[in-house]
């Protein structure tokens, strides 16, 4: 991938483009930013135009190195990531100090052109052990070489590191950028990828596991499925606080439904354009008359009902979830 293909993130492109142009790239750098948004898709565009033939700032896609950078075999790009025991890639795994000693290794010899670029995704995942002997390169990085260092969680990492890296925030990917990518690669409506693309934030990879595990649609079948119960439904709402106990993705279910009482909050506020849930607008008029205060309290009840069944406290699922439930349809009223 090159630059050009990227979406978003012109900005921190165009501070790589312009470190290129005038041949002063920064021998480490630190990308941090939220999930999903493309941080590793930008870094390795950056390895490549840093190795790229044509010697433009962005890749030119044909030359040799481009080719070989896109089949991932160009010796100059060497990528680390945390690992389980076992060795595979695990986001909450370590880096260890026999990755440290691989990127050593790939940066004592001189590349034969271009630059060596080493890219550590989960840097705050380093070992101490390993962030130490990993300090010694990041003090003295060898000439013709990058190390970028990719992070979620900048804090996370020793401030030596991080005095030693040129920092890039990455921010959230604008709503219409996501929307418009949805509509184009994942084939959903434009209300839906309204929706899908406010409840990801802004994050891509977050908006595909939704459309792909089909959240997305369940997110409706869920939020469809509560705004019919009335206060004299309690029976209704009892078998749906059994069925969601049963489910795999009850946190997913409880926050869809966080996200349909704060859009109800919003449009109650008079701030329609805040809703993430567009396509289930309709819904919303079918509540009638709004209460502010219920709205609220019935929000924090769903945020508490998560919290008294998730550890450490482990609740009973379903005893929770129909109070819960009772409380939403209003039949704990009656
Ligand atoms: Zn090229």
């Known amino acids: 991938m090159n630059f050009q293909e990227i979406l978003g993130h012109a900005r921190e492109i165009g501070i790589l483009k312009s470190s290129i142009s005038s041949k002063r790239v920064a021998h480490a750098l630190l990308f941090a930013g939220p999930e999903g948004i493309g941080k590793r898709l930008v870094a390795r565009a950056f390895a490549k135009a840093l190795n790229c033939a044509s010697g433009q ?25 945390p690992t389980d025991k076992d060795g595979e890639r695990d986001p909450l795994g370590l880096i260890r100090i026999d990755q ?20 550590v995704e989960g840097a705050d995942r380093l070992m101490p052990a390993a962030a130490n002997a990993f300090l010694k390169t990041l003090e003295e990085p060898p000439p013709d070489s990058v190390i970028i260092l ?38 959903i409506s434009p209300a839906e990828a309204g929706a899908v693309a406010r409840l990801s934030e802004g994050s891509i990879s977050r908006a595909s596991v939704y459309i792909e595990e089909g959240a997305h649609q369940k997110r409706r079948e869920v939020i ?16 749906f606080a059994e069925e969601l106990s ?21 449009a109650f506020e008079g701030a329609p354009h805040l ?4 396509d289930m607008q309709r819904n919303m008029k079918d509540s009638g008359v709004e209460d502010f205060n219920r709205l609220c309290s019935s929000f924090w009840a769903i945020e508490e009902a998560k919290k008294s069944i998730a550890p450490p406290r482990y609740g009973n699922k379903q005893l929770t979830l129909e109070v819960l439930l009772l409380k939403l349809s209003g039949a704990h009223l009656m």
């Not at 996200?259 to 919003?266: H, L």
């Open 150 to 187: 990719v992070t979620l969680k900048p804090s996370d990492l020793l401030p030596t590191v991080l005095s030693r890296c040129q920092r890039i925030s990455f921010g959230p990917l604008p709503e219409d950028a996501v929307r418009a990518f949805l509509i184009e690669n994942k084939g």
């Open 100 to 119: 440290v000693r691989e990127i050593q290794g790939t940066l004592r010899f001189k590349a034969e052109s271009g630059m060596k670029v080493v890219i």
């Open 57 to 81: 700032d962005d890749a030119c896609g044909v030359c040799r190195d481009c080719l070989a950078f896109d089949s991932g075999t160009h010796p100059n790009l060497l990528e680390v990531w």
């Open 224 to 239: 469809e499925r509560l705004s019919t119960l009335g206060p004299a439904d309690s029976d209704e709402a009892l078998k």
């Open 275 to 278: 809703i993430a849930n567009t």
């Open 246 to 266: 049963k489910r795999d993705d009850l946190d997913d279910m409880l926050e869809f439904l966080k996200s349909w009482y704060r859009d109800r909050i919003v």
